[in-house]
């Protein structure tokens, strides 16, 4: 019996060995961010061939490349990052692609909720994605703060515009920053880390990742520190960013961009960005709206009005088991998708 349990053992080594060294090999096919539900993605996105398309996360260029592939004559790419690093990674990357005097494919260094300020687009867009996650090349460097896993200065910002975390966490009185740590955290131990903070900073302490690490630690449980970590970080890292404010603006102002036929393909990463989302396809999606004074209002207090849009999948599209072995960094993913019919 023990012979056997060793054997046994050694096998499944090997295994998880077999597993570490496929997805470390997949990482490096994508020396900057492993796309997530590429297939997914374009099988929605794309419905025609020569259409318009927009990418608001450029990244290291794995959705947009494969996006700029099924380009055909009259077709066009705008892909949108804040980040000069991603930019200049792609723009070295694909270098072939951009030689040519009137390019399929335009990279903008611009947050994507400035896609609607691209005039001669407008009412003509084929498909647009939104991937909210932080691309792996951020979390993986430690320059930027973004990740607790390694020690930097407080910064956190995707580009180089708007405060820092340092000065965020500088400027908030205890009360915001609790809210902030309990609503985009979700965070259990928001109350006593905020006041923790504040002790911390008042003694100019609040520099650096590993001050925040070092609050969480003497605050909270030990086994519970890891996703406190998480919680905490991505709270902090969501208000420097701006991200649910910029998310709500960028649906709300790209509707009009989109032709008949138009598709809207949003990846998620936590509930908070999934329950924006939702909530925003909802409201396109409904053929009712309020009657005005001049209405008669004996009968209904609702107007009915042609629906502009439907949802393609009601439930949101996750990552499929293989996927998930691949890149685990998917594991959190939803994919949304709408489209505009009238």
């Given at each position: 019996?023990?012979?056997n349990?060793?054997?046994k053992?050694?096998?499944?080594?090997k295994?998880?060995?077999?597993l570490k060294?496929a997805?470390?090999?997949?990482?490096e096919?994508y020396?900057?961010?492993?796309p997530?539900l590429?297939?997914?993605?374009?099988?929605?996105?794309i419905?025609?061939?020569?259409?318009?398309?927009?990418?608001?996360?450029l990244?290291?260029?794995?959705?947009s490349?494969e996006?700029?592939?099924?380009?055909e004559?009259?077709g066009?790419?705008?892909?949108?990052?804040?980040?000069?690093?991603?930019?200049?990674?792609?723009?070295?990357k694909?270098?072939?692609?951009?030689?040519s005097?009137?390019?399929?494919?335009?990279i903008?260094?611009?947050?994507?909720?400035?896609?609607h300020?691209?005039?001669?687009?407008?009412g003509?867009?084929?498909g647009?994605?939104?991937?909210?996650?932080?691309?792996?090349?951020?979390?993986?460097?430690?320059?930027?703060?973004?990740s607790?896993?390694?020690?930097?200065?407080?910064?956190?910002?995707?580009g180089?515009?708007?405060?820092t975390?340092k000065?965020?966490?500088?400027?908030?009185?205890?009360?915001?920053?609790?809210?902030?740590?309990?609503i985009?955290g979700?965070?259990?131990?928001?109350?006593?880390?905020?006041?923790?903070l504040?002790e911390r900073?008042?003694?100019?302490?609040?520099?650096?990742v590993?001050?925040?690490?070092?609050?969480?630690?003497?605050?909270?449980?030990?086994?519970?520190?890891?996703k406190?970590f998480?919680?905490?970080?991505?709270?902090i890292?969501?208000?420097?960013?701006?991200?649910?404010?910029?998310?709500e603006?960028?649906?709300?102002?790209?509707m009009?961009?989109?032709?008949?036929?138009?598709?809207?393909v949003v990846?998620?990463y936590?509930s908070?960005?999934?329950?924006?989302?939702?909530n925003?396809?909802?409201?396109l999606?409904?053929?009712?709206?309020?009657?005005?004074?001049?209405?008669?209002?004996?009968?209904?207090?609702?107007?009915?009005?042609?629906?502009?849009?439907k949802?393609?999948?009601?439930?949101?599209?996750l990552?499929?088991?293989?996927?998930?072995?691949?890149?685990?960094?998917?594991?959190?993913?939803?994919?949304r998708?709408?489209?505009?019919?009238?």
């Open positions: 019996m023990k012979k349990k060793k054997i053992s050694k096998g499944l080594d295994g998880e060995k077999e060294q997805q470390k090999l997949l990482v096919d020396d900057y961010h492993n997530v590429i297939k997914e993605c374009l099988e929605f996105l419905t025609k061939n020569d259409g318009i398309y927009l990418d608001g996360t990244g290291g260029g794995g959705h490349s996006i700029f592939r099924r380009l004559f009259g066009k790419l705008y892909s949108f990052d804040k980040d000069p690093e991603a930019i200049s990674h792609c723009k070295s694909y270098s072939d692609l951009f030689a005097q009137n390019p399929k494919w335009e903008i260094n611009k947050c994507f909720s400035e896609a300020s691209i005039k001669h687009i407008q003509l867009v084929t647009f994605l939104l991937d909210l996650g932080v691309s792996s090349h951020q979390i993986d460097t430690a320059n930027r703060g973004i607790y896993r390694f020690d930097a200065p407080l910064d956190m910002r995707f180089i515009d708007g405060i975390a000065e965020l966490l500088h400027s908030l009185d205890e009360n915001e920053i609790e809210k902030i740590l309990r985009y979700e965070e259990p131990f928001s109350k006593v880390i905020a006041r923790r504040v900073r008042r003694a100019l302490l609040l520099n650096n590993s001050d925040i690490k070092d609050i969480i630690e003497k605050t909270v449980p030990k086994h519970l520190q890891i406190t998480s919680r905490v970080f991505q709270a890292r969501i208000s420097v960013n701006r991200e649910l404010e910029v998310l603006k960028t649906l709300t102002n790209l009009p961009l989109l032709e008949i036929g138009g598709r809207i990846i998620t936590h908070l960005e999934d329950r924006i989302t939702k925003i396809f909802k409201e999606i409904k053929n009712k709206i309020p009657a005005t004074e001049s209405e008669d209002l004996k009968f209904s207090n609702f107007i009915k009005i042609e629906p502009h849009f949802l393609i999948n009601k439930e949101p599209i990552p499929s088991p293989d996927e998930l072995i691949k890149n685990p960094r998917s594991r959190s993913a939803k994919l998708i709408a489209e505009r019919i009238y």
